[in-house]
């Protein structure tokens, strides 16, 4: 059977020239954002998941999975990003550097005092929703959630039982984007939102600085280990703000050494596959319903600012069907003899599909070789959530559900 896997190689990340500036995203903006999390109790490393077995049968030197179900938590990665947004903005409020704010600040009386009643205001699938809504909590401050729909009544009542007023709307991602900004321009709210678009810049900045804390532990674990930094990386996009963040800190602390990089997304929301596929460098949209598995990655409209960052340093993009995410989340629940269990949800487990798919497909030999994995190779993947709708994981890994044979429209 042949696989319909999207390959699109980039070999002007390489080349010398002008490129986006990323020094935004350095170790040592990585390092004060994790002494920012590091103070609150709930904070801790999530873990750097060696699999050997998989490595093994794989033909590569070693696959790692990094495990965001265990973030604060939250099931998912995604607090990082708004959490560190929101301290941001609180940080410009009281006139300090975001070095001096801590949990204990954050939360405090004279701090409400100072900064007065705050909403903020996103748009989200779930996962994001339920970050900014955490945060927001910790402030004892108020936040509005909107989602797009068909969006996970689970995910829904998570939102919400962080306090939020969350609901789901009749729009897609991209439209409810807008309402989100419509609202808080009309009513003088905080939109925290990891996409960016001209004159709305800081916030997603900030977003893409928190994401970078991921990349920042994974380093950090494998030195502990004695294993040396990855020699590739795949990376989910939706908006690219997350691909974006990573990317631009592995080119800020690694430069023409760095890991080589793939951008993987959904074929129904693919917006930095087709950016990339125009070829003259500017971002283009994906429209519609965006009705695909990885509701997290169900985007149309890129992060100008990540996109800028992978159009220049990504070396791949990939663009796959919703059977992939199926496949990685069987793979990692099911482990190779020896290798612990990772439980990733839809959108966190389509790289570990994907790298199967590479690695075993004779009819995808050029991808491998292109992206120069062999046995030597060192690959990092991160699964950005863990079972954030538990009835769609169990549909998926106890059912059988979305396999490679059933019929997908694009």
Known sequence: MTTSIQFIANPAARERGDKADTAFLSPEKAAVVRNYFKSFA??????????????KKLGVSGVYVKDESKRMGLNAFKVLGCGF????????????????????????EETKKKVGEITFISATDGNHGRGVAWAARQMGQKSVIYMPKGSSLIRLENIQAEGAEASITDMNYDDAVRLAWKQSQEKGWIMVQDTAWKGYEDIPAWIMQGYMTMAFEAL????AIKESAPTHVFLQAGVGSYAGGIQGFLATAFGENRPITTVVEPHKANCIYK?????????????????????????????????????????????????????????????????????????????????????TRPEL??????????????????????DTDPDIYRDITWFGNHTEKEKETC
């Open 42 to 55: 709930e904070y801790t490393p999530t873990p750097l998941v060696a699999l050997p077995g998989l490595s």
């Open 85 to 108: 947004a929101i301290a941001s903005v609180i940080a410009e409020r009281l006139d300090i550097d975001i070095s001096e704010l801590t949990a204990e600040i954050l939360r405090s």
């Open 220 to 223: 950090e674990q494998l030195a």
């Open 275 to 359: 950016s990339a596929e125009a070829g003259d460098g500017k971002p283009r949209f994906t429209t519609g319903d965006m009705d695909t598995l990885m509701a997290g990655l169900a985007c149309g409209e890129p992060n100008i600012i990540g996109w800028d960052i992978l159009r220049d340093y990504a070396d791949g993009y990939i663009s796959c069907p919703d059977w992939v995410a199926a496949n990685g989340m069987r793979i990692l629940g099911a482990p190779m003899p020896g290798d612990p269990q990772v439980i990733s949800g839809e959108s966190g487990a389509v790289t570990a599909g994907l790298l199967h798919l590479i690695m």
């Open 365 to 386: 030999a050029h991808i491998r070789e292109q992206l120069k994995i062999d046995s030597d190779s060192r690959v990092l993947l991160i699964s950005t959530e863990g």
